[in-house]
């Protein structure tokens, strides 16, 4: 018997969680609760600096992970989000996963009312009640993972957030996986530099998958930037997008590891 994955793990926690929630509150409840607020628009905001000449940066919120623990003891979400959004940020994500991340479903609303940026909620998306889940709680984007959905979990989920006014990235790790993805023709294309199985990070992910992406759809390549090299080397192969987490979250003040790295 195989060992199962990190990923593996992930989801299978997931599933129970989901389950939970469920008996809680009812889809039907979540569908006649709606958002607060109307989604604030992710992509519309990506592409708003790239037509200004800017890096497009999507700046994470992240206390932890299973691959190295506590990132950040010091993590008051609200002054996280500020620090982000006076130093030039384009959007947040930030992770909600509780059981491995240590995360909370409550960051979401503490962004939004701290900041005027849009919010993605980061996490492992398994069932459309997440999907409801995520509008409910003021995601204004929503994560979808090729490598834990087939391609009808993956095509419906986001039909389904496009119909409620939310946004979509769409994560791919390989070619395989790319190549399932783009018959949505989406917006936004993730490329994560991390092996979500081994959590292994190679930056040369992006930089061979990135060709095969249409020019119509945004690439964000994420993980494993760290240093000044890493966004001119991604620069040069016409990446224009950054997700960045434990780089900004290991520094005193996120915002200005922003600063050093982009602007």
Not at 120 to 141: M, N, P, T, W
Not at 203 to 213: A, C, F, G, M, S
Request: proline content about 4%; charged content about 25%.
């Amino acid at each position: 018997m195989s060992v199962p994955t990190i990923l593996e793990n992930i989801v299978a926690e997931k599933r129970t969680h989901v389950a939970m929630r469920k008996k809680q509150q009812s889809i039907l409840h979540l569908q006649e609760i709606g958002p607060t607020a109307p989604p604030r628009g992710f992509v519309r905001a990506l592409v708003d600096d790239l037509a200004k000449g800017r890096p497009a940066v999507i700046a994470e919120i992240k206390k932890a992970s299973p691959s190295k623990g506590l990132i950040r003891a010091d993590f008051s979400v609200p002054e996280i989000a500020k620090s982000y959004e006076k130093f030039g940020a384009t959007c947040i994500s930030c992770l909600t996963d509780e059981a491995f991340f240590q995360g909370r479903d409550s960051y979401l609303s503490d962004i939004k009312a701290a900041v005027a940026l849009p919010v993605l909620r980061k996490d492992f998306i398994i069932d459309e009640y997440q999907v409801h889940e995520s509008l409910v709680l003021g995601a204004d984007c929503i994560l979808l993972i090729a490598a834990i959905l087939d391609s009808t979990q993956m095509s419906d989920y986001y039909q389904l957030a496009q119909e409620l006014g939310l946004d979509v990235l769409i994560e791919v790790h390989d070619a395989v996986e790319l190549e399932q993805v783009l018959e949505l023709s989406p917006e936004l294309v993730g490329i994560n530099n991390r092996n979500l199985h081994t959590f292994q990070v190679s930056l040369d992910t992006t930089l061979e998958l990135i060709n095969r992406v249409p020019e119509n759809a945004l690439v964000v390549t994420e993980s494993g930037i760290r240093e000044r090299a890493d966004v001119v080397k991604m620069q040069r192969h016409q990446v224009r997008c950054f997700l960045v987490g434990e780089a900004f979250m290991r520094f005193d003040e996120p915002g200005e590891k922003l600063v050093e790295l982009f602007l």
